[in-house]
């Protein structure tokens, strides 16, 4: 199976500008998570999707926002960009079965630079 | 309310010596942990999970862990090291109604020749 993909690897934007992430789970997988990860913060849940509809969400203004859809592909979307947005970003993929104890896989993650 | 500790942000150890990784964790619920390994550029790989059963854990490329529910630890062990396990490792747990993932601060692995 393919893994994780996520797209672009890398995008560079300045203030005030808004970005569209986008993430393809593996097939079948129906949970896709994204997280930030920082040098500063480290890794951070963002927000869960599942089977369209968000089901975790985690401490971020509402500036971070997400949608999944139905062939569970997901995106996530950063308005009014500042500074410390820059960051690296993580989609993870699970199958959803057992809940909880499901292994994440992540993808390789998007590079995003605020000037 | 869960969170995760990592002793010593880095760590180095000579080719061929031990590798010991500390987490320890702190949840309400029974927790499900994980450690997971970052190279360079890349996204994280799931080194070996903890749900339920045996408390020792074996994962991929050598490495294990044990659960000590007394001590709330989570220790990353592998015997040997090689040049290859050179990369950043995180520990993380999840658990109650919620798979979301909360993650230590990360221990950098160096290996020494």
């Known amino acids: 199976k393919a893994g994780v993909t996520q797209t672009p690897r890398y995008l560079i934007k300045t203030r005030g500008q808004q970005v569209t992430l986008s993430c393809s789970p593996i097939?079948?997988?129906?949970?896709v998570s994204w997280y930030q990860q920082t040098p500063g913060q480290g890794l951070q849940f963002l927000f869960e999707?599942?089977?369209?509809?968000?089901?975790n969400k985690g401490n971020f203004p509402g500036r971070f926002s997400g949608r999944q859809f139905s062939n569970s592909r997901s995106e996530m979307n950063v308005s009014t960009l500042e500074l410390g947005d820059s960051a690296l970003y993580l989609c993870a993929s699970s199958p959803s079965t057992s809940g909880n104890t499901d292994t994440q896989y992540f993808g390789p993650g998007t590079r995003l630079t605020v000037l | 309310a869960q969170s995760v500790t990592q002793l010593g942000s880095h760590v180095s150890v000579s080719e061929g010596a031990l590798v010991l990784l500390r987490c320890n964790y702190s949840s309400s619920v029974p927790p499900y942990l994980f450690w997971y390994v970052q190279y360079p550029n890349q996204g994280l790989q799931l080194l070996l999970k903890?749900?339920?059963?045996?408390?020792l854990v074996k994962g991929i490329n050598g490495f294990e862990a044990e659960f000590k529910k007394s001590e709330t630890s989570f220790h990353l062990t592998k015997p040997s090291a090689h040049m290859s396990d050179a990369a950043e490792y995180f520990c993380a747990v999840t658990g109650g109604a919620t798979n979301k993932l909360i993650f230590g601060t990360g221990t950098l692995l160096a290996v020494q020749p």
């Open positions: 903890y749900t339920t059963g045996a408390t």
């Open positions: 097939s079948g997988h129906r949970s």
């Open positions: 999707y599942f089977s369209e509809t968000q089901r």
